[in-house]
């Protein structure tokens, strides 16, 4: 009887240790991102691309002012391409 009890409690316990060491990585969220045009490559933008065009991949030409790309919040107008810095809006 007492090594049922002491194998249910090492059970526990190493459920319970397995359990606080798994929280973390799950408890991790995905940081704020927000559109910004004019930096995505041609065909690698994520969406939007004007007139035209349907969505991810469509952009023509690097850094097309009116295709968009995700990325981290606060990072686009600081982010510099050859035709100048991100955009919250679209470029013309």
Known sequence: MRSTHATLA????????????AAPASAQT??????CYGVALAG????KAGAG???????????QGNAWKLVKAGTCTSTKTPKGNGSLTPKA
Do not use: F, H, Q, R
Not at 44 to 47: A, I, M, V
Not at 53 to 63: E, F
């Open 53 to 63: 065009t349907s969505c991810a991949g469509t952009s023509k030409v690097n850094y």
């Open 44 to 47: 690698k933008n994520d969406c």
């Open 30 to 35: 995905k940081p704020a991102m927000e559109k």
């Open 10 to 21: 090492a059970t526990l316990a190493l459920a319970v240790a397995g359990a606080a060491i």
